[in-house]
């Protein structure tokens, strides 16, 4: 673990308190531009995430719907409640591909799209200390009149996430500030995703707030439209 990962993963409550946590549970709004793109509007509007630490997968309740999403990687389904299935898709990654900007999604979409997402910010910077998992600080950057320094990562071909290379942004005090990366799925989007509203969940920093615009160039923020907003409600450690 190279010395940023290490301030990192100790910044946001270290790794043996993390070791112990099997998953997180979120309830969570999820809006922005990109669902209203895709024709699912409000879809992720009031949700319960459960985000497992050990193995990749999320399963995402759906309040009043009778209805539940669980994603993996090599499968997303959709269930009632209690568990009965309605829907599923092997492969699921292969069902973006040939898709446009403004090709409308269905139910697994996204589910699939939130579930690698999801996953990914929950368990970061945790999730760099995984095997397969490559970092290394790159240069710094000035903004918002703090330093942040930069972990480029390089995930393992079989995590699912947004591309295999990604940055995190991490500021004095070692907590997360910004996220950045493009998006394969959406045929390389880009995203900063602002991290902030930490809160303190029983030894763990977890941010509550997040903000995803796209950038141009140098990582230059583009500020309209607000592409994904989640903020979260009550967290629970598993």
Not at 146 to 170: A, G, M, N, Y
Not at 207 to 220: C, F, H, L, M, N
Request: charged letters at 25%; hydrophobic letters at 40%; aromatic letters at 10%.
């Amino acid at each position: 673990m190279n010395e940023l990962l290490h301030l990192a993963v100790k910044a946001h409550g270290g790794l043996e308190r993390w070791q112990q946590v099997k998953a997180l549970k979120v309830a969570a709004s999820i809006t922005g531009a990109i669902w209203s793109v895709k024709g699912k509007g409000d879809v992720l509007k009031n949700v319960v995430m459960t985000i497992e630490t050990q193995q990749e997968r999320l399963t995402m309740v759906f309040p009043g719907q009778n209805k539940r999403s669980i994603f993996e990687p090599s499968r997303v389904a959709l269930e009632t409640a209690d568990g009965m299935l309605i829907e599923a898709r092997d492969d699921p990654e292969k069902s973006f591909e040939g898709q446009q900007q403004e090709t409308p999604w269905d139910d697994i979409h996204v589910a699939y799209f939130s579930g690698e997402a999801l996953w990914t910010y929950l368990n970061t910077p945790f999730l760099y200390t995984h095997d397969g998992f490559s970092t290394e600080e790159i240069a710094p950057i000035e903004a918002e009149g703090e330093t942040w320094r930069r972990l480029k990562v390089t995930f393992p071909d079989d995590v699912k996430s947004h591309t295999r290379e990604q940055i995190s942004c991490f500021g004095p005090d070692g907590l997360l500030r910004r996220h950045d990366y493009t998006v394969d799925i959406l045929g390389g989007a880009t995203g900063l995703n602002y991290a902030s509203a930490y809160r303190d969940v029983d030894g763990i920093m977890v941010p509550t707030k997040r903000r995803v615009y796209a950038y141009e160039g140098d990582y230059q923020l583009v500020k309209e439209p607000l592409l994904v907003a989640i903020d979260m409600g009550e967290i629970t450690l598993l």
